[in-house]
């Protein structure tokens, strides 16, 4: 079995490719060359902390692969001493007719850059395919998921402004000092407030663990498009729940979302549908001023298709 740590794995990363792998991914979903159930969970007693199980098969000649990632989602570890990620994953790939262990491949770095690019799959299918304005985007959050959206919204679009917002300010501060230095830029900006990050904003991108909607519907101007990625008390705690139900509101898989996203179904919100079936040209927003939601929940075969690419340039790269 071949092992690719965290280290190799950034190495052999790439936004163009990652993006195409997301496409690949959310298309496949909905055309059904997937399998896939809702992860399952398993909680630490009396601690908010979970192990989630994510096995999937992806059929397709680039991207197939056989998989499961083990991702542990763990809050508490931001309160540590010594912080440690509150996001960590390992991915095992296997043969797809003997079922031998193919690799064991880092699932850290990949969880960040195929979530990041999830959003970016989704805004340009969703969003800016109908030719929708790309001057603002906002970032709210700037975790490990914050980070990896701001590089990759960077790489994938050419937004005018990046604005940063953080619950605690001096990490939103660290980076966009941070990020104008590696780009030799000044698009990205600070924001006090997450009210003056959303509003006016083209695209918004939400990435953090509050529980308590930190997007209001006042404040997100007509016909912009949101991730939500982060997961609080509830998958869309983010946004405030009426935004739902006056917004076109996509998700990434149905078996995922009828699990994770009961309450809002349950709130009687209605899915306009799959990423998937946009990219396939099925489904589209019509309305120029109608918000747009994508619900990233993420997906196995995103992870499956991920320790593919990595598995494949290794072997390309590492041939003796
Ligand atoms: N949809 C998907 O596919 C995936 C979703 N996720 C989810 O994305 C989210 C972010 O992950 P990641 O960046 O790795 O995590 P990090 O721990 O690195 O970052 C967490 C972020 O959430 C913020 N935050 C925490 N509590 C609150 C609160 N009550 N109000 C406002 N902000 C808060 C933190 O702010 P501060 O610095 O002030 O603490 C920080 O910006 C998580 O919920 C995670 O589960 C992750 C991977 C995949
Ligand atoms: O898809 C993933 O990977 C995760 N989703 C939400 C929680 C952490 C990991």
Known sequence: MIVIDENMVLKLLDWDKTFQAMEVAMRRCTEKRIVQTARSKTQVLDKPNLL?????????????????????F??????????LPTVMASILLFDETTGLP????????????RTAAASAVATQHIYAKRSKPLR?????????????????FKHCFNFQEIRVWNRTASKAKS????????????IF?????????????????????????????????AGAHINSV?????????????????????IDHWEGARAELSGL????????????????????????????????????????????????TYLKTHSN
């Open 265 to 312: 179904i349950k709130a009687g919100v209605q899915f306009k549908g799959e990423v998937g079936s946009v990219i396939a040209n099925e489904v589209q927003t019509e309305d120029a001023n109608r918000v747009t939601i994508f619900q990233s929940l993420g997906m196995a075969v995103e992870d499956c298709a991920m320790g593919r690419l990595i598995y494949d």
């Open 230 to 250: 982060g997961l609080g008390k509830t998958h869309h705690s983010e946004v405030e729940e009426k935004l739902y139900f006056d917004a076109d509101v996509y």
């Open 175 to 186: 980076l966009v000092d941070e990020y104008n230095k590696k780009y030799n830029t000044n």
């Open 189 to 221: 900006k600070h924001c006090e407030s997450n009210e003056k990050c959303v509003r006016g904003a083209d695209v918004i991108v939400a990435v953090t663990n509050t529980s308590e909607p930190i997007v209001m519907a006042d404040w997100v101007k």
């Open 102 to 113: 193919k690799a064991y491949v880092g699932g850290f770095e990949i969880t960040k850059w």
């Open 52 to 72: 989630v199980s994510m096995p999937g098969y992806l059929e397709d000649s680039t991207f197939g692969a056989l998989g499961c990632k083990l991702v542990t």
């Open 74 to 83: 763990f809050p508490t570890n931001s309160n540590l001493p010594k912080p």
């Open 136 to 152: 603002v985007l906002a970032i709210l959050g700037a975790g490990e998921q914050g980070r990896a959206h701001a590089d990759c």
